[in-house]
């Protein structure tokens, strides 16, 4: 449609940036970018990819033509500028592409060219013809609807004359659109600009960059799309693998809270917990187990998963502390079969370690695993154990998002730690939270449960000692006593403490009054011994008045009688002599 | 495929490299490029190379394939076969100078001639 490219390169940019909703796609079969493009690239035009190197630019084309070829029935055209075909072939067949098979049905053309600028000298003018030549030859021949490019900005390099290639790649831009082929032309990441070269000048219609950033030692692949002329677009970063099965972008950067609630209760497995919830989780809820380690964390998980096993559901574990074989193992020792659900193909159970992978890839992994299981109830174990980094929240409130945006009922356990702050966190973004805690006492170590919230449910506040048995987990009352501990959470833990606190000092209060009681009646005693004294000397004197002084009255009436009658002197004097 | 090229005419040339070159040109039909080109080498050939070079040229337009067989990505390129190691030499060829560098006619160094 030659006129029609002409058109465009002169409308003002204004008015193309609004031709409507409706413009046809061709399908990059990489899951996740086909969602956030509304369907892939433009069709018959050409799309700019760009990253630095090892971004997986190369990737990108090639899924774009083995989905073509595989399954679209649209034959295309690679040529690499950076490769040897054999390689290609090699780095396509680690991602399940089966470049020799597809070349050999004509679905799949590969052109390799391998440019050593030291072999060219430049003496002149010179174009690019024969490529344009090759690729006519091919798209004639094959019927090619699909071509790669990459990366050729290698071409600035070997040409050392930048007018003429710029011109030349111009030219072959525009010619691959009067093709009515769709078109990825890579490029290498520019420091000030967005390519080394400023290529994207050259494409207008839309520019998909790759972006790979290590920190920390942690790798993380980005994907953008930085223009998408005539379509809406996710405009964000979006995080993107590189799988076994090729490349997965994942469409998710935001929490959406859109969800359907569901009034339909499933069995955690254990009856008394569904008790203790109301019947059970929520269809499609999602579940904090938080507790210190060796607490059964795992266990419970095991349970939810084994009880969906058993109602027909498929189930995912994900396991980031263990591998399969030995999580099945443990939890064939507390008596479930997990291996048998492995059989049936039922459960999925899949390791891995997120520091080792990257954030975002985990979280791009864990999609694309959800994608492929399917899963009705979903166990993340250990999640956010280990290094836990600022985003880690985010991207705890993105796995749950996926999964909650999937309808998948989902439990996480986490280490519990001190201070709580990475549960409380968490929690928010839970609908039910359960603690479980190991309590030392009397000799023995015990494990108790906790509901610590649940949404939408009346659930119980009991506290359950959980009991990991042969077969399985059991749920016993337990009984708080004065120790307090076994009441739950460090809260409730110090409410108890508290209480027993007040208790002793009732008993105190008791022993005290018993005391002053006591004292007082010793001082009435002693006060009724002392007025029993006061009254003996009151009686006493009475008794001196009333006697002794009427005898010495008398005895005096006596001596007075006597010495009359004797005609004594009237009292002798000290100092007077005895006659 | 059309070799038009031959040979050229007596023994011994004052150019120092002895022995035979095998030199081929590849180009797109006719266009103004590929056709000073060819002119361009035939002049030099001669006045270096007379007697000791034969020149193919391969018009790709009849056989594109051969682009990709041959690792040509631009025209026109003169492709030095013999003598050892291949060189290609992309261009017009105008710039003699680095012509005959590129043919290592002439030991590198600068400046017009």
Redesign the interface.
């Given at each position: 449609m030659p006129f029609e490219t002409t058109v465009r390169d002169f409308r003002s940019p204004l008015a193309v940036t609004t031709p409507g909703p409706g413009i046809p796609k061709a399908s990059t079969g990489i899951r996740g970018f086909d969602e956030i493009t509304g369907g892939g690239l433009p069709f018959g035009r050409t799309t700019l990819v760009v990253g630095a190197a090892g971004a997986g630019k190369t990737l990108f084309g090639l899924e774009f033509l083995v989905t073509g070829a595989r399954q679209l029935g649209e034959p295309g055209v690679l040529v690499t500028f950076e490769e040897s075909a054999t390689k290609v072939s090699a780095n396509a067949g680690s991602l399940g592409f089966d470049i020799d098979g597809l070349q050999a049905g004509h679905m799949l053309v590969v052109?390799?060219?391998?440019?050593e600028p030291s072999?060219?000298?430049?003496?002149?003018?010179?174009?690019?013809?024969?490529?344009f030549?090759?690729l006519?030859?091919t798209i004639g021949r094959i019927g090619a609807k699909r071509v790669v490019l990459d990366t050729i900005e290698v071409?600035f390099g070997?040409?050392r004359d930048e007018p003429t290639v710029r011109a030349e790649l111009s030219r072959l831009f525009r010619w691959l659109e009067e093709q009515g082929v769709t078109a990825i032309v890579t490029a290498e990441r520019g420091e000030k600009e967005l390519t080394r070269h400023g290529i994207e000048e050259y494409v207008s219609d839309c520019v998909v960059l790759l972006d790979h950033r290590v920190h920390e030692e942690i790798s993380t692949r980005r994907l953008r799309v930085v223009k998408y002329r005539g379509s809406a677009h996710g405009t964000n970063e979006y995080p993107f693998l590189i799988s076994p099965h090729g490349l997965v972008v994942l469409p998710i950067t935001s929490m959406s809270l859109d969800y359907a609630a569901s009034e339909e209760r499933i069995s955690t497995g254990m009856a008394r917990l569904d008790h203790m919830l109301a019947g059970g989780l929520f269809r499609g809820s999602t579940v904090l187990v938080s507790g210190m380690a060796g607490t059964g964390k795992t266990t419970l998980g095991a349970s939810l998963v084994d009880a969906a096993c058993a109602r027909g559901e498929r189930a995912l574990m994900v396991l980031f502390e263990e591998s399969p074989d030995q999580f099945i193992r443990n939890m064939g020792s507390v008596g479930f079969d997990l291996r048998h659900w492995v059989g049936t193909g039922l459960l999925h159970v899949w390791a891995a370690r997120p520091s080792a992978l990257g954030s975002e890839t985990h979280l791009a992994m864990l999609a694309q695993l959800i994608e492929d299981v399917q899963p009705s109830v979903a166990v993340l174990d250990g999640v956010v154990n280990g290094a836990f980094s600022a985003d880690m929240g985010s991207l705890m409130g993105r796995k749950i998002d996926l999964l909650k945006s999937r309808g998948v009922t989902t439990l996480v356990t986490m280490l519990a730690h001190e201070d709580q702050s990475r549960e409380l966190e968490v929690s928010a973004l839970m609908d039910t939270w359960l603690l479980l805690r190991n309590v030392e006492s009397n000799g023995e170590r015990n494990r108790l449960l906790f509901v610590i919230k649940s949404r939408g449910t009346a659930h119980s506040n009991q506290v359950r000692e959980f009991l990991l048995t042969d077969g399985g987990i059991d749920l016993i009352d337990v009984y708080v006593g004065p120790e307090g501990v076994s009441t739950g959470s460090a809260r409730q833990a110090q409410e108890a403490r508290q209480r027993d606190a007040g208790l002793q000092r009732g008993e105190d209060l008791v022993r005290r009054q018993r005391d002053l009681r006591r004292s007082i009646v010793e001082g009435e005693g002693r006060l009724n011994a002392m007025e029993d004294e006061i009254a003996g000397a009151r009686a006493e004197i009475e008794r001196i008045d009333t006697q002794e002084l009427r005898e010495m009255t008398d005895t005096a009436a006596d001596r007075v009688a006597m010495s009359s009658r004797r005609w004594a002197d009237p009292e002798p004097a000290h100092s007077g002599g005895q006659p | 495929m059309s070799g038009l090229g031959t040979a050229g005419a007596n023994g011994l040339a004052q150019a120092t490299p002895i022995g035979h070159w095998e030199l081929r040109l590849?180009v797109?039909g006719r266009?103004p490029?590929c056709l000073?080109?060819v002119e361009?080498l035939r002049r030099v050939c001669e006045q270096y190379l007379a007697g000791q070079y034969n020149i193919e040229v391969v018009d790709?337009?009849e056989n594109?394939?051969l682009?990709?067989e041959d690792?040509?990505?631009?025209?026109?390129?003169l492709v030095r076969k013999l003598p050892e190691p291949?060189?290609?030499?992309?261009?017009?060829?105008?710039?003699?100078d680095?012509?005959l560098?590129?043919l290592q006619l002439r030991s590198q160094k600068t400046g017009p001639v």
């Open positions: 052109h390799a060219f391998q440019v072999e060219i000298v430049n003496t002149g003018e010179f174009d690019f013809e024969p490529l030549l090759l006519a030859d071409l070997a040409f | 590849y797109t266009s490029k000073l080109a361009n790709l337009l594109p394939r682009a990709a690792q040509i990505l631009a025209v026109p390129t291949i060189r290609k030499i992309v261009g017009d060829l105008s710039d003699v680095r012509l560098v590129g």
